[in-house]
């Protein structure tokens, strides 16, 4: 099992930019990737942007160049930083570690509220 604990969301206004941080129980160093997904009230949970061990990365098509996935290995945490954040952005978002090919854990969530 790997626990996760996101942090960094907030409450910020549209153009400006927040980093979530997701910081592993255990090594990520094996893991098969690692992801960030948002889920907004009364909509489906999304994929935001995956990393895998090998670092090749993958964005949902609203990104669009916004955010940035990446990984530190030496502290077991997995980053997203989010530029240029939209009022749609807002949402709950979760951190998700996926191993030995089947197996998966989430974070609790944390919330980012994009408003002016």
């Known amino acids: 099992q790997v626990q996760l604990v996101e942090s960094g969301g907030g409450l910020v206004q549209p153009g400006e930019s927040l980093r979530l941080s997701c910081a592993a129980s255990?090594?990520?160093?094996?893991?098969?990737?690692m992801g960030w997904y948002r889920q907004a009230p009364g909509k489906q949970r999304e994929a935001v942007a995956t990393?895998?061990?090998?670092?090749?990365?993958n964005y949902g098509d609203f990104v669009k160049g916004r955010f940035t996935i990446s990984r530190d290995n030496a502290k077991n945490t997995v980053h997203l930083q989010m530029d240029r954040l939209k009022p749609e952005d807002t949402a709950a978002y979760y951190c998700?570690?996926?191993?030995?090919?089947?197996?998966?854990?989430w974070g609790q969530g944390i919330q980012v509220t994009v408003s002016s």
């Open positions: 998700r570690a996926v191993y030995n090919g089947v197996r998966e854990d």
């Open positions: 255990r090594s990520i160093f094996s893991l098969n990737f």
């Open positions: 990393i895998t061990s090998g670092g090749r990365t």
